[in-house]
């Protein structure tokens, strides 16, 4: 119980960073003169979790975060969600192989995964809108962003590192686990 109790605090401290963050970028950035440009920081802490947290309530973790990150954007939660949920899937298969000990590695596997979500999101738009044109524009708006976050992340994932510390070794599934 004591671990679910820390799990959802550090959690609530994570959606607090979010919140920031997202206030940072939908306030500072058009103050300066960039109204289109915009940093997801939600893509970032979805991946943190899915490398980082091996907890049986991720898909409900990655459904807040994008719930939280909805209110800040036009973006639908339920794109992101099911981007997030896939792309955890994904990551959950390749974590063992991928170890993001360096600086260069988290910034190269970053870049990969947030192309994918791009990918995988952008795929669902022309699904649903059925207009190719569209995700031309957006994917030169989206890769600089992209690669900015990218060169965020070995920083963020630092914080994160030491938000997450375990405070109790037994693990999340108990003293077996």
């Known amino acids: 119980m004591r671990l679910q109790k820390d799990f959802f605090l550090t959690f609530s401290i994570t959606i607090f960073l979010l919140i920031l963050g997202e206030i940072f970028t939908s ?11 915009r940093l997801h920081f939600n893509i970032l802490l979805v991946l943190y979790l899915c490398f980082k947290q091996d907890h049986p309530i991720l898909p409900i973790a990655i459904f807040i975060i994008q719930y939280v990150h ?12 099911f981007a997030g949920v896939a792309i955890g899937m994904v990551v959950g298969r390749l974590k063992d192989t991928i170890h993001l000990s360096s600086y260069t590695i988290t910034v190269f596997f970053m870049q990969v995964f947030q192309l994918l979500w791009f990918g995988f999101t952008s795929l669902l738009a022309y699904l649903k809108f059925n207009r190719a ?27 994160l590192d030491k938000l997450w510390r375990p405070k109790n070794p037994e693990g999340v599934y108990g003293a077996n686990s």
């Open 27 to 37: 306030t500072v950035f058009p103050l300066v003169g960039l109204q289109f440009f």
């Open 70 to 81: 909805s209110f800040f954007t036009i973006e639908g939660w339920a794109i992101g969600t």
């Open 133 to 159: 044109d569209v995700l031309v524009d957006r994917f030169w708006q989206y890769l600089p962003e992209s690669v900015c976050l990218s060169f965020i992340s070995p920083q963020l994932f630092n914080l």
